[in-house]
């Protein structure tokens, strides 16, 4: 089960100094022949939606995986909206036993990270709904059953 029905494209692509894969062309332009380097991302990118919508944004990956090239997982935002992700690295949704998805991300489109939890005893659940008496029946907005 996908939040987004799509699940990671992992490239291939070599890898810079820093762990982030990259892809060298050859292209020629205006008669000048010369070797281009591009982020795996930014060509699936181009090939599904077009070109890049602005130049001074970054692409963020909604999964968290740089190694990810899905262009269903990206999105082009500010440096400081990229790096607000961050607070979703560890898990944007919780999947519950009863399947109910609770939505934790605050960012729109929301990050795809879920954490699933297996069984009622997995000890990252706090309280098994309707056995805390200090909660109410009702449920946030915010959650959904898949």
């Not at 979703?88 to 729109?108: A, E, Q």
Request: charged content about 20%; some cysteine; aromatic content about 8%.
């Amino acid at each position: 089960m996908m939040l987004l029905g799509t699940s990671c494209l992992i490239t291939q692509a070599s890898v810079d100094t820093r762990g982030r894969p990259q892809v060298s062309l050859r292209l020629t332009i205006d008669g000048v022949t010369r070797r281009y380097h591009f982020r795996p991302w930014h060509l699936t990118w181009f090939y599904k939606y077009g070109p890049i919508p602005d130049t001074t944004l970054q692409y963020s990956h909604r999964c968290h995986n740089e190694m990810c090239i899905n262009p269903e997982h990206g999105v082009w935002e500010t440096d400081q909206q990229n790096k607000d992700r961050n607070s979703c690295r560890t898990g944007s949704h919780l999947i519950l036993p009863d399947r109910t998805v609770v939505t934790l991300c605050p960012h729109n489109p929301c990050c795809l990270t879920p954490v699933y939890l297996s069984s009622w005893d997995d000890t990252r659940v706090v309280a098994r709904p309707g056995n805390n008496s200090n909660s109410s029946n009702n449920s946030s907005s915010n959650d959904t059953t898949v």
